[in-house]
C-alpha cells in the first residue's frame, strides 16, 4: 500500500491538510483533557455545537460559526452551572449535552432527507473539504495554539495541583472556562471533517497513548500531536486504498478513529516494555 500515491489528487491534499492540522491540535489539547479527566467534557461538546451545525445549515450560514457560538455558549453555560456547589460539573454536563443535542434533532428532523444531512453532521465529510474549509479550520487552530503557549503552563498546574493553583493567585474557575473554550474550539475545527461523533476519538485517543508512553507533560504533548497527525494521514491513505484498488467502501473519518485505536491497542503494548526498560 502506498501512503503517498493518494496525495497527489488535489481533494485528498486538501483532506490531509485537515486531518494533520485537526491531528495535531486535538492532541495538544487532547493531553490536558486526560490529565484532567475531562473525556465526558469533550464527548458533551462534540454533542452541544449540533444544534449550531443545523441552524447554521438551515440559513446557509457557515457551520463553522454556528459551531463555535453554541460551543462557546456550552463553554459558558458548564463552567458557571459545573461550579454552582448545587449542581456539580456531572449535572451540568448532563442537562446541556441532552437539551443541545435534542433541540439540533428536532430542528433537522423538520427537514427534508434529515438522515443524510444527521449522517454528515455526526460523522463528517473530510474528502469534501475545500479551500474556504481549510482556512477557517487554520484561523480556529492558530488561536488555539497561541491560547496554549500562553497559558500552558498554569493549565497543566491547574490540571496536577488545583490547590497551589489557588494560592498562587491564579483564578482557576477562568483557567477551567479556557480549557472548556480550547475543547470547544478543537470540536468547532473538526465538525465539517470528522462530524460531532468521531472528533472525541481525536482528543482522547492519542493524548491516552502518549501518557502510556511519556512521563512529562511535554514529551507526552509531543507526541501526541504526533500520533494525532499520522493516524489521520495513515487512517486516509488506509480508506483511499481500500476503497479504489480493493472495491470496498470505507468512510475516512471513521478509517481514522479505527487507526488511532490500533495505534493506542500499540502503546498499550509497547508500554510494559518501555516500564522495564526505564525500570533498569
Excluded at 14 to 36: K, Q, Y
Excluded at 142 to 167: G, I, M, N, S
Amino acid at each position: 500500500m502506498s501512503l503517498f500515491e493518494p496525495f497527489t489528487i488535489p481533494y485528498m491534499q486538501r483532506a490531509l491538510v485537515e486531518v494533520l492540522v485537526l491531528g495535531a491540535l486535538a492532541g495538544a489539547v487532547g493531553v490536558l483533557v486526560v490529565l484532567r479527566r475531562l473525556a465526558f467534557v469533550g464527548d458533551a461538546l462534540t454533542h452541544t455545537v449540533f444544534p449550531g451545525v443545523v441552524i447554521a445549515h438551515l440559513l446557509g450560514r457557515s457551520l463553522l460559526l454556528g459551531a463555535l457560538a453554541f460551543g462557546v455558549l456550552t463553554a459558558v453555560l458548564l463552567t458557571t452551572l459545573g461550579g454552582h456547589r448545587r449542581v456539580g460539573d456531572d449535572a451540568a454536563l448532563a442537562i446541556l449535552l441532552t437539551s443541545f443535542f435534542s433541540l439540533g434533532v428536532v430542528l433537522i428532523s423538520r427537514t427534508r432527507g434529515f438522515t443524510a444531512d444527521l449522517t454528515v453532521f455526526l460523522f463528517g465529510r473530510v474528502l469534501a473539504v475545500d479551500r474556504a474549509d481549510l482556512l477557517q479550520t487554520l484561523a480556529v487552530a492558530a488561536v488555539a495554539a497561541v491560547v496554549l503557549l500562553l497559558l500552558h503552563k498554569e493549565l497543566v498546574l491547574r490540571a496536577f495541583d488545583p490547590e497551589a493553583t489557588a494560592a498562587m493567585g491564579y483564578r482557576t474557575g477562568a483557567l477551567d472556562l479556557v480549557l472548556n473554550l480550547l475543547i470547544a474550539l478543537v470540536v468547532v475545527a473538526a465538525v465539517e471533517a470528522v462530524g460531532t461523533v468521531l472528533v472525541i476519538a481525536l482528543m482522547v485517543v492519542p493524548a491516552a497513548a502518549a501518557r502510556l508512553l511519556a512521563d512529562r507533560v511535554a514529551a507526552m504533548t509531543a507526541l501526541a500531536c504526533l500520533l494525532g497527525a499520522a493516524g489521520g494521514w495513515l487512517g486516509l491513505a488506509v480508506s483511499y486504498e481500500v476503497s479504489v484498488d480493493h472495491g470496498v467502501r470505507l468512510a475516512a473519518g471513521a478509517t481514522i478513529v479505527v487507526v488511532l485505536v490500533g495505534l493506542f491497542l500499540l502503546a498499550a503494548a509497547l508500554a510494559p516494555l518501555r516500564r522495564r526498560v526505564v525500570a533498569r
